[in-house]
Every structure is written in structure tokens, then in C-alpha cells.
T-cell receptor, first 106, second 120 residues
């Protein structure tokens, strides 16, 4: 399984964009990059995933580096509901690291 | 779409009793389901992988005789915590992987809301 590195925590102001970075330098060529988030006392929620190209959905965008050793989850306009722990998970086996705890300031 | 439910959402039991937790995929068939455990302020830990019609695969350090997993159909997996003790108190979360046959075209997993187990 690829090792990931994410900041322990980040802060952002409400209604501003948020860029959550993830390093996964040991990712293999066929591994998808998944992002999940977990709100307090809930199960994880799928956010987005990609392989090589940048991806957009209604929740977020995923920017993947050309060498695939890093990716960035982009929340275009953060709301208080986006406060959660965000996990970057490369590979087909969903193994959770420590993630990034995102705080949204009103 | 892609909804996974768990039942019960919380349970309190006495030490030494067994507790069964159900995980259902409501709108897709799940060839593979996963069980995780999460202690307070920690990340989720994968316990086992459950494949429909075959034995579960347990992660290292997880006792298979204590955590019995049954994946009897493509929409239901159960986790039974046998002879539960206070140290088994945790948040148990399942996820379902539809596989390509599920029509979602990815290896994305969808998670249930979790079951909080408290053993007195």
C-alpha cells in the first residue's frame, strides 16, 4: 500500500476555497487516488477519485500531479458543513491514514 | 444511489454477551464488503474483507474467532462480536464495494453510518 503524507490540520474561512494536499510518492501506476471525508460520529463519505487526469464533481475537484506522486483536493467554496477529517487514499484497498482535520471559520 | 445501511446504529451490552451488526447495500449488489473499527480520536482500522459466498479475510492481529463475519448474500454482511468485553467498545463501520458488476464502474467503496458498541 502506498504511504501518504497529509497535514494534520488546516483552517479555512467560510466561503473561501480550500486546497488540501497529499503526498503519495510510492503510488503504483494503476492505483486510483481516492478521497474520503468523515464528519464527527459518522461513517466516511466518498468525495472524489481519479487516476491521472484532474477530476471534477459536485463536491470537489481533484488535481493530480503529472508524476502522480501528489494530489490536491479542492473545495471551491467551503461551508461550515465541510468541517471534517479528509483522507487521501491511493490504491484499491481503502486503508485510512491519519488524514487532515479541516476547520472552517465562520 | 450507493447507500449502505447498518443496524443497529448503537448497542449497549453486558460483558460476555455476543452482538451482531448488520451491513446492507440498499441499491446495489456488493461482491465485497469491509469491516472497520474506530476508537475515539483515532483513524479507521480495517478489520476484515468479506466476500460473498466465501470466508472472510482478516487483517493481521484481528481474531477471527472473536469477530465472526458472514456475507450470505450480495446485499448483506454481518459482524458478530462474540463474548464482548469492555475493550471491544468501539465504532464499527462497514463499507461495500460493488465492483464492476455493480455498474458503478469503479473500485470506490461506500460506507455505512457506523454502529457504536458499548460493552459494560
Amino acid at each position: 500500500d502506498a504511504k501518504t503524507t497529509q497535514p494534520n490540520s488546516m483552517e479555512s474561512n467560510e466561503e473561501e476555497p480550500v486546497h488540501l494536499p497529499c503526498n503519495h510518492s510510492t503510488i503504483s501506476g494503476t492505483d486510483y487516488i481516492h478521497w474520503y471525508r468523515q464528519l464527527p460520529s459518522q461513517g466516511p463519505e466518498y468525495v472524489i477519485h481519479g487516476l491521472t487526469s484532474n477530476v471534477n464533481n459536485r463536491m470537489a475537484s481533484l488535481a493530480i500531479a503529472e508524476d502522480r506522486k501528489s494530489s490536491t483536493l479542492i473545495l471551491h467554496r467551503a461551508t461550515l458543513r465541510d468541517a471534517a477529517v479528509y483522507y487521501c487514499i491511493p490504491g484499491d484497498k481503502i486503508i485510512f491514514g491519519k488524514g487532515t482535520r479541516l476547520h472552517i471559520l465562520p | 444511489g450507493a447507500v449502505v445501511s447498518q443496524h443497529p446504529s448503537w448497542v449497549i451490552c453486558k460483558s460476555g454477551t455476543s452482538v451482531k451488526i448488520e451491513c446492507r447495500s440498499l441499491d446495489f449488489q456488493a461482491t465485497t464488503m469491509f469491516w472497520y473499527r474506530q476508537f475515539p480520536k483515532q483513524s479507521l482500522m480495517l478489520m476484515a474483507t468479506s466476500n460473498e459466498g466465501s470466508k472472510a479475510t482478516y487483517e493481521q492481529g484481528v481474531e477471527k474467532d472473536k469477530f465472526l463475519i458472514n456475507h450470505a448474500s450480495l446485499t448483506l454482511s454481518t459482524l458478530t462480536v462474540t463474548s464482548a468485553h469492555p475493550e471491544d467498545s468501539s465504532f464499527y463501520i462497514c463499507s461495500a464495494h460493488p465492483g464492476l458488476a455493480g455498474g458503478l464502474g469503479t473500485d470506490t467503496q461506500y460506507f455505512g453510518p457506523g454502529t457504536r458498541l458499548t460493552v459494560l
